[in-house]
């Protein structure tokens, strides 16, 4: 049974800034690529950010581009988003996802963040 | 900027038949844009459907098929039955390693 435990959402400041973690557990992450997709409230589905196994070819959108960074830590299972600069329009749930064959498979619940002053 | 263009809302009778598209804003949907498909329900983490095109996922009802039709992707549900009312969303492949979600389609089974 895969699992995806994130974690790390809370409130913040405008320019303030997060790291949130997912940890999976029932698979192993070194054989996945990972994603972060969030979904702001009311909104639809965002894709974020993206890294390969090896967690050395890495992508992410353009509206988070040198604010967001993705990494992964496979020796922990777990997977991370560090989020700087952040604006009112970061607010979202963030979903991590295991990515297989270019599509999202098992997904986590999310963590939502809030960004506000 | 490549836009992913899904239809807004959508309303199907039970046992009905109902095809929801996703499409580019310029250009055609091929199977290289890896199409896949994914439901969620308020409150709810989404729910892998279909994937490259028309691949179900585990324990997905046969009653959900993936296909190209014309220049688009398309999610068909055969038979819809009232636990089917859900967003549902397509995302492409656009480019190396980047995905773009379309905007969702609200289904209602009525």
């Known amino acids: 049974q895969v699992q995806l435990v994130e974690s790390g959402g809370g409130v913040v400041q405008p320019g303030g800034s997060l790291r949130l973690s997912c940890v999976a557990s029932g698979l192993t992450p070194s054989t996945d690529d990972m994603h972060w997709v969030r979904q702001a409230p009311g909104k639809g589905l965002e894709w974020v950010a993206f890294?390969?196994?090896?967690?050395?070819?890495?992508n992410c959108a353009d509206s988070v581009k040198g604010r967001f960074t993705i990494s992964r830590d496979n020796s922990k299972n777990t997977l991370y988003l560090q989020l700087n600069s952040l604006r009112a329009e970061d607010t979202a749930v963030y979903h991590c996802?295991?990515?297989?064959?270019?599509?999202?498979?098992?997904w986590g619940q999310g963590t939502l963040v809030t960004v506000s002053s | 900027q490549t836009v992913v263009t899904q239809e807004p809302s959508f309303s199907v009778s039970p046992g009905g038949t109902v095809t929801l598209t996703c499409g580019l804003s310029?250009?055609?949907?091929?199977?290289?844009?890896?199409p896949s498909w994914y439901q969620q329900t308020p409150g709810q983490a989404p729910r892998t459907l279909i994937s490259t095109t028309n691949t179900r996922s585990s324990g997905v009802p046969d009653r959900f098929s993936g296909s190209i039709l014309g220049n688009k992707a398309a999610l068909t549900i055969t038979g819809a039955q009232a636990d089917d009312e859900s967003d549902y969303y397509c995302?492409?492949?656009?480019?190396?390693?980047?995905?773009?979600f379309g905007g969702g389609t609200k289904l209602t089974v009525l």
């Open positions: 996802a295991t990515g297989h064959n270019y599509y999202f498979d098992h």
């Open positions: 995302v492409l492949l656009v480019g190396s390693d980047n995905w773009v």
């Open positions: 890294t390969r196994i090896d967690g050395r070819s890495k």
């Open positions: 310029s250009g055609s949907v091929s199977t290289s844009h890896f």
